[in-house]
């Protein structure tokens, strides 16, 4: 088993959601992409989860190993997407 850091935030409500880093083990970052999404825990939902190497990666902003979208933030997504090019 690996460390592995993380970051998740939570669904906005109502405009900006709750962002936390933590360390997770896990066998690969896959697995530890699944340890978090399993352990997570937070009233308004995940909308998403980065993980890193370790915390450097994440400072230095190097591009995650893995990110993943609850389907919830992708249509919440999409949504805002549409509403910006009416607006063009």
């Not at 880093?21 to 978090?36: R, V």
């Not at 825990?41 to 915390?55: D, K, M, Q, W």
């Not at 230095?60 to 389907?71: A, D, F, G, S, W």
Request: proline share 6%; charged share 25%; with cysteine.
């Amino acid at each position: 088993m690996k460390e592995f850091f993380i970051r998740t935030v939570s669904f906005p409500a109502p405009i900006v959601g709750d962002v936390s880093t933590s360390y997770i083990m896990g066998k690969d970052h896959c697995d530890a992409l699944w340890n978090a999404f399993h352990e997570y825990s937070h009233p308004c939902g995940l909308f998403y989860i980065e993980v890193f190497n370790n915390a450097d990666e994440f400072h230095k902003q190097v591009r995650p190993l893995v990110t993943y979208h609850t389907p919830k933030a992708c249509e919440w997504l999409k949504k805002r997407e549409l509403g910006a090019k009416k607006d063009e």
